[in-house]
Each structure stands twice: as structure tokens, then as C-alpha cells.
């Protein structure tokens, strides 16, 4: 069974930092796409960054340059380290698992293209 554990939401002043991780079971996704999401709320889910199984990444506009998505295969983990952040980055971020093989284009940032999602964590930006 595949399963898609996100830590290291929590409450940060603007400004300040955080680093959500997503640790996957079930199979390995060493050659799989993966990315991360947000949801405020009233909100749709929103793209936030992806990358390949190779690490090539693409980010929001929104998030590029503060954010940074890296992934150890080893662990089957991905990462999002945020910096600088804002309160309008205030949001339940999930984690997934897709189907893409190229950011090029466009691709990996419709939740269409992904397979597994986490539960999601929250992350709470105060000003």
C-alpha cells in the first residue's frame, strides 16, 4: 500500500523558514515525478513546485526563488525548503507522486498528472 507521510508544517513569523519533508512507503519512486501543493482556505489546490526523477524542477511564480524542492531517492523522501516566507504562503501544503518524466512544457503542474497524495500539513505564516 502507498503512502505519502508529510512532517515539518507548523507556525512561522513572515520571514522565517521551514522545511517540509514527505517520506513514501510502499514502493520506490526513484524514477517518479514528484511535487508539492497548497491549499488555502476558500481556495483551490495550487501548484507549488516539482521535480523529476533526474532532479530537473520548476516552481509557482509565486514561490520562485524562496523556494527550493530537492528529493534523496535513497530515502524515498522529497523536500521543500521555504525561505523568506510570507502570510499569503499560509496553507495546507501536500506532497504527490506523478507520472511525469520532464517539467518541460508544462508538465508536473496539474494535479491531473499525479497518482498519490499525502494528507497534508499545515503551515501557518503570522505577520
Known amino acids: 500500500q502507498v503512502q505519502l507521510v508529510e512532517s515539518g508544517g507548523g507556525l512561522v513569523q513572515s520571514g522565517g523558514s521551514l522545511r517540509l519533508s514527505c517520506a513514501a512507503s510502499?514502493?520506490?519512486?526513484?524514477?517518479?515525478?514528484m511535487g508539492w501543493f497548497r491549499q488555502a482556505p476558500g481556495k483551490e489546490r495550487e501548484f507549488v513546485a516539482a521535480?523529476?526523477?533526474?532532479?530537473?524542477?520548476v516552481y509557482a511564480d509565486s514561490v520562485k526563488g524562496r523556494f527550493t524542492i530537492s528529493r534523496d531517492n535513497n530515502k524515498n523522501t522529497v523536500y521543500l525548503q521555504m525561505n523568506i516566507l510570507k502570510p499569503e504562503d499560509t496553507a495546507v501544503y501536500y506532497c504527490?507522486?506523478?507520472?511525469?518524466?520532464?517539467?518541460?512544457?508544462?508538465?508536473?503542474?496539474?494535479?491531473?498528472?499525479?497518482?498519490?497524495w499525502g494528507q497534508g500539513t499545515q503551515v501557518t505564516v503570522s505577520s
Open positions: 504527490a507522486v506523478g507520472r511525469f518524466w520532464s517539467v518541460d512544457y508544462g508538465l508536473g503542474q496539474s494535479p491531473d498528472e499525479y497518482d498519490y
Open positions: 510502499g514502493r520506490s519512486f526513484s524514477r517518479s515525478g
Open positions: 521535480i523529476t526523477w533526474s532532479g530537473k524542477t
